[in-house]
């Protein structure tokens, strides 16, 4: 299984790693240079110490898009209430390619899914024919985004 919020792995940051990280979160194409001369490094270093980071699974370097401007019209948050184990649900949903989120929550849901689909017509099968036909799944609440007001990763470490 890979590290989650929830199952921690033993990695410990040093500083000078949290100082990677928070630079890339900055900028995820900054230069290992300007890093190396910014945690007081050689480039040989930061390269090394970014790749283990990678390697650990601590951290991803990605590029995140404008769901709008690459063809994905409609967001979605899709609230699942299990009966029984929610681990085998939450498995069947992770597989599903449109679902870019899902946690396990403790509160009215069990489940938070995020799904990004072309249209409506796309969310209404991921829904109705894909989600709650999955064993266990008791009901869903579909919360449709309207606008993206904020989308930040750069909050640093601790």
């Not at 792995?9 to 290992?32: F, M, P």
């Not at 209430?81 to 939450?90: K, Q, S």
Request: a negative charge.
């Amino acid at each position: 299984m890979a590290p989650t919020a929830s199952t921690p792995t033993d990695t410990r940051l040093d500083d000078i790693a949290k100082a990677i990280i928070e630079q890339l979160q900055e900028d995820g194409r900054r230069a290992y240079s300007a890093i190396a001369k910014k945690v007081g490094l050689s480039e040989a270093a930061v390269r090394q110490r970014v790749q283990r980071l990678l390697d650990q699974e601590v951290m991803q370097i990605v590029a995140v898009t404008d769901p709008l401007q690459v063809g994905f019209r409609r967001q979605a948050m899709i609230g699942i209430r299990v009966d029984g184990d929610v681990f085998p649900v939450a498995d069947a949903i992770s597989e599903m390619p449109e679902v870019s989120y899902l946690v396990t929550t403790a509160g009215s849901f069990d489940l938070l899914a995020e799904v990004v689909c072309e249209d409506d017509e796309q969310l209404l099968e991921i829904v109705t024919r894909r989600i709650r036909v999955v064993p266990g799944v008791r009901t869903t609440e579909t919360l449709v985004y309207l606008k993206l007001n904020k989308q930040h990763y750069n909050w640093g470490t601790r």
